[in-house]
């Protein structure tokens, strides 16, 4: 066996993996995840609350909802993941010893998120809570400090998930994971078409759209298959995700395209597109949230298609989107696409020129 194959494949991409992934989920913590609020009582102990949401490094509240449907708007484009509402009569019910509700929202888009923001966020609302009313108690009611925490009953804290009632682990992996593996086919057979091609650009890019096209509905195919046999949602629109997977299956062909254009040598050139293309479901921020990791780790992940495309079609497959709501994620791949071509029209380029010389 090739011994530079041997050298990559045992040393090269073990190290390089375990640095990379080692790096990236080294914070070991989550921070800045982005809170709305709807409060419908106004009271400064309502505000206090907020605040305390606010200066806590593990979230960071974006904004204030006018109404539930506003929340829910919120939370469905993405702009937060979870949603705060504390009643119209919250600070009342406290004062009378009363156990008031306060419902959160979250996103069950994010559920890589759910497990600590909800053991966090009842940390500081209970902690946030008994700590005004004894305050409360104790100066303005001269309640003795050791009676003043009987008179104090806890928020009573109602979590609900939307998008994701089941908290299905499978619809919110599956989607993307499935992409994650048709990924590298596209990327291979990228590769292989550019060995096959006499090395126009012309000729490059209808190859990429030939068999870009195929992969995106083989993409398509293969969702409908756990849809119509196996039960996954798909509650968005159907348009939007065939454009959306049209583009993200042209981007990876590029890609492997790209690769087998720039290496002359095809296994070689196989091999060092699954080297990058295998770890983005994991770099993409799919199945480790972005805000978890440092920030050379974010914008790296905005230059790969699938964390653009791997968020959209879960979301796709879990809300009520429209196409409009797609439009951040197409403009995206569609930029990576360009970019990938402008690359290859000058790799052609350079490749023909090099042709010209030799003969």
Known sequence: MNKKMLILIFIVIPVSVGLILGFEMGFRRIE????????????????????????????????HAASYKDMETLLQGGDAAIGIIFPEDLYKQVRQGKSPEVLVLYDGTKMHLMAFSKAALSEILMTAQ?????????????????????????????YQVMFNAAKSMSNFLLPGMLAALLQVGMTIVGVEAAQESG???????????????????????????????FGMPYEGTVAGGLILSLLFAMCMTAFGYLTGTII???????????????????LGGYTFPLIAMPGPFRLMAG?????????????????????????????HLTMILAVELFILLLATGRKKEIINAAA
């Open 130 to 158: 008994a700590g005004y009313m004894k305050q409360v108690y104790e100066g303005k009611l001269s309640v003795v400090p050791t009676e003043s925490m009987a008179y104090t009953m806890p928020l009573n804290v109602t």
């Open 303 to 331: 230059l790969m298609a699938f964390s653009w495309y791997g968020d959209a079609i879960r979301n796709l497959t879990l809300m009520k989107l429209e196409i409009h709501h797609l439009f951040p994620a197409m403009g």
């Open 32 to 63: 800045n995840i982005p809170v709305a609020v709807f409060d419908q009582d106004h009271s400064e102990f309502s505000r206090m609350l907020t605040d305390y949401v606010s200066d806590n490094s593990s979230f960071d509240v974006i904004g």
């Open 264 to 282: 002359g040598d095809r296994v070689l050139a196989s091999q060092i597109s699954c080297f990058f293309v295998l770890p983005t479901s994991l």
């Open 199 to 229: 090395g126009g650009f012309s000729d490059a890019v209808r190859r990429i759209g030939r068999y870009g096209t195929m992969g995106g509905l083989s993409l398509i195919l293969c969702l409908g298959i756990q849809r119509v046999f």
